[in-house]
């Protein structure tokens, strides 16, 4: 088999485990999950240390962290969260606590943003303190795996390349305790390991820290180039 293979093996093991428990709504296949205490990991991430002196998070989209982005713009903090598929030259929405319009429920929302916060460029960005990643399955030393698009890593590593996610940066995985699974997972020059996991009852620190140093651009295709501008790189530049 190949990592490819890998993973997707221990994501459909997850998928099936979460949804034969009732841990996650009937449909979570294929998704990052919604889960059971999503409201409960908020809260205990939010009485952290590394929460409460965080000024900025950067979060993905998915509903399963909605309650953590809710969470950071009632404490806030500036949050950043992805532009669906990075599909434009400005890929995140800027969460500005002291500038919204509307409710930080209704913000957070990945159809709340659309319409209540402005899309920014990485160069209009500030250094991210906390980055959230959606995940569905890691271990306890941190290695994890999200649904299988590859997002998640194109972010931090373009947020790596900028400068903007550095030695200080902590990145979190907040997922439900059925998630946090003793396989070993395979991993690729891509692929970023987690800090800490949150579940609704439990803290878990990882070690040791593995990231890339940036794009690897012998992972990125001329179909992932044109679909997404603000990696700033043309097609043509691949080979050479």
């Not at 953590?68 to 990075?86: N, S």
């Not at 890691?138 to 030695?167: C, F, P, Q």
Request: glycine share 6%; with cysteine; net charge negative.
């Amino acid at each position: 088999m190949s990592i490819g293979d890998d993973k997707q093996a221990i994501r459909d093991k997850v998928w099936g485990l979460l949804e034969r428990e009732q841990a996650v709504p009937s449909g979570s296949h294929g998704k990052i999950p919604s889960f059971e205490g999503a409201e409960r990991t908020a809260a205990l991430l939010g009485d952290l240390d590394i929460w409460q002196q965080a000024r900025t998070v950067k979060a993905n989209p998915d509903h399963a962290q909605l309650p953590v982005r809710v969470r950071a713009l009632k404490d806030g903090k500036l949050v950043y969260m992805a532009v669906p598929r990075m599909a434009t030259l400005k890929p995140f929405y800027k969460l500005s606590p002291e500038e919204l319009k509307v409710p930080p429920e209704e913000a957070a929302d990945k159809r709340g943003a659309q319409s209540a916060a402005p899309r920014v460029a990485v160069s209009e960005m500030s250094p991210i303190d906390i980055v959230i990643c959606g995940s569905v399955a890691v271990n306890r030393s941190g290695t994890r795996i999200g649904k299988g698009a590859g997002y998640s890593d194109l972010e931090v590593a373009l947020l790596i390349e900028a400068g903007l996610i550095t030695d200080s940066t902590i990145i979190v995985a907040p997922v439900h305790h059925l998630q946090v699974i003793e396989d070993q997972i395979p991993e690729t020059d891509h692929d970023f390991s987690v800090d800490l996991i949150v579940t609704p009852d439990e803290v878990i620190p990882c070690s040791p820290r593995r990231r890339p140093t940036g794009l690897v651009r012998s992972d990125l295709t001329p179909d992932i180039v044109e679909a997404i501008p603000a990696l700033g790189i043309r097609a043509e530049d691949l080979s050479s």
